[in-house]
């Protein structure tokens, strides 16, 4: 079974946000998303600066076995990438809630985060 975190917040196709009190954001993928995809190759990340809508994509994982778009949980400005996932993308497969977060945003409608999944409204997903 796997992880899922009670603090934090998630879409239906896999990925994970956790608000900060600042009105950032941390964005990843889910433990069940990394497993399903394998031992991950590549993460292809958007830069800072570039804006994304709700539900747009901002990058891709890449694994031996697939390669998998990322979609935005929110609306919001990147503020900073994870430069570590270009040297280790597999830190993704070790730690996908902690050192393997992708990208941090600076929301611009922290009302959208109501229209995502709770813990148990995830784990009824998988």
Not at 31 to 41: N, P, R, V
Not at 47 to 74: C, H, N, R
Not at 102 to 116: G, R
Request: aromatic share 8%; hydrophobic share 40%; charged share 25%.
């Amino acid at each position: 079974m796997s992880e899922i975190p009670g603090e934090l917040k998630y879409t239906e196709d896999h990925e994970w946000i956790l608000l900060k009190d600042d009105g950032t954001a941390l964005i990843g993928i889910t433990d069940h998303a990394q497993e399903s995809l394998g031992d991950i190759t590549f993460v292809d990340l958007p830069q800072v600066g570039d804006s994304f809508a709700q539900g747009e994509t901002f990058g891709a994982v890449e694994s031996v076995k697939a390669a998998s778009d990322l979609y935005m949980p929110v609306s919001g400005e990147v503020v900073e990438t994870n430069a570590d996932l270009d040297g280790t993308p597999e830190s993704v497969n070790n730690d996908p809630y902690g050192a393997a977060w992708m990208i941090k945003v600076k929301v611009s409608d922290p009302a959208e985060l109501d229209k995502l999944l709770d813990a148990a409204a995830y784990a009824d997903v998988l």
